[in-house]
């Protein structure tokens, strides 16, 4: 099964590159600018500008894909709110480009959107009505309309505030930030009013093999199974890695206001995925443990 992974230098795409690597699936890696995954030989990686759509069809030509597993995006709110343009392009058009790519070859199209497309009252299931609070969620909602009205064999997943291990040349996930910052004995402030459900990365790759093997269409949350705020994970964090959590400052969004909007109550139900695709998460303990100890 040949398998094109986009974003493949992002957080997502290298944790999904060596873990479908190791599997034995064949690998085209479609990152930007020179390779930050390690080398590996079930790998091939590409340098493509997903904004250029004839840079798109000619890797889809060169590579004759069974499997497009699109974790490329604009992914940071704040950054898409101040570069509207750059963002539509980005997690819009791209998406466009790929889907058209998609057509030539009988593509399973496997697309990471996010919980960021809904509002308030989460956790929220597949079911219910999506509702923006930011650009950056518009542009990803815009993205899986495109992906649902394309005529493709398509697969919507969307994970929650996604951590876990990371090596050289990634950059720290909020778990890395809080640890590097009570290690050099930095005070943090951290929100207790918003509540998530983060996603340990491999139980995301593990959740997006089975889709593929199964060949899953729909749509399905793969996030983790604790309802946790920020404040909640980053002393869980000092905990696990002895660090002091009186350097921890708990603080209400109304005291730390962010430049766009973010729910409070967001997080998503993984009811579907676990009745369905055996999709078993890690606790976020014992994830923390995994990723920093
Ligand atoms: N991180 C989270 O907590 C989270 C939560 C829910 C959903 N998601 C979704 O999950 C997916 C992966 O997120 P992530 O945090 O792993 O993202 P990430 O680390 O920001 O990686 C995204 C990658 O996409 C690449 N990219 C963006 N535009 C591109 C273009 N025009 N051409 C080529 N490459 C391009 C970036 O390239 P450069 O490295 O060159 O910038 C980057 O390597 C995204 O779709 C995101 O919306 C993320």
């Known amino acids: 099964m040949k398998i094109i992974v986009t974003g493949a230098n992002g957080f997502t795409g290298q944790h999904l590159c060596i873990t479908l690597a190791n599997k034995g699936f064949e690998v085209h890696a479609l990152g930007r600018g020179p390779q ?3 080398v590996h030989n079930q790998l091939t990686y590409h340098n493509v500008e997903l904004t250029s759509v004839r840079s798109v069809l000619r890797v889809f030509d060169s590579v004759a894909p069974d499997v497009v597993i699109h974790t490329a995006a604009m992914s940071k709110p704040d950054e898409c709110d101040r570069n509207r343009d750059a963002c539509l392009q980005n ?39 999506p509702e923006p609070l930011n650009f950056y ?20 997943v969307r994970p929650v505030f996604i951590y ?50 199964f060949k899953k269409e729909g749509v ?21 890695v002895g660090l002091d959590a009186k350097l921890i400052i708990p603080v209400t969004s109304a005291e730390f206001p962010e430049p766009v909007q973010r729910a409070k109550k967001s997080g998503l139900r993984i009811d579907k995925a676990m009745a369905e695709l055996d999709y078993a998460p890690h606790g976020f303990e014992e994830a923390v443990r995994l990723s920093l100890l």
């Not at 399973?108 to 509002?119: N, Q, Y």
């Not at 969620?137 to 919507?156: C, D, F, H, P, R």
């Not at 890395?176 to 402030?189: D, M, P, R, Y």
């Open 36 to 38: 930050r995954i390690a």
């Open 91 to 129: 997690n819009v058009e791209v998406t466009r480009y790929l889907l058209e790519a998609s057509r030539y070859f009988p593509v399973h199209f496997i697309h990471l959107s996010t919980d960021f497309i809904f509002g308030e009252n989460g956790p929220h299931s597949e079911y219910d009505e």
């Open 137 to 156: 969620g518009e542009s990803k909602l815009m993205a899986e309309k495109l992906v649902q009205e394309a005529g493709v064999v398509n697969t919507i």
């Open 164 to 213: 876990g291990p990371v090596w050289e040349g990634q950059r720290p996930s909020f778990i890395h930030w809080v640890k590097n910052k009570l290690t050099a004995g930095e005070s943090i402030k951290v929100v207790t009013d918003q509540q998530r459900t983060p996603t340990y990365v491999y139980d995301l790759c593990n959740g997006i093999e089975q889709i593929l093997m």
């Open 220 to 240: 399905y949350h793969l996030a983790g199974k604790n309802i946790l705020s920020p404040y909640e994970m980053a002393v869980t964090v000092a905990k696990l």
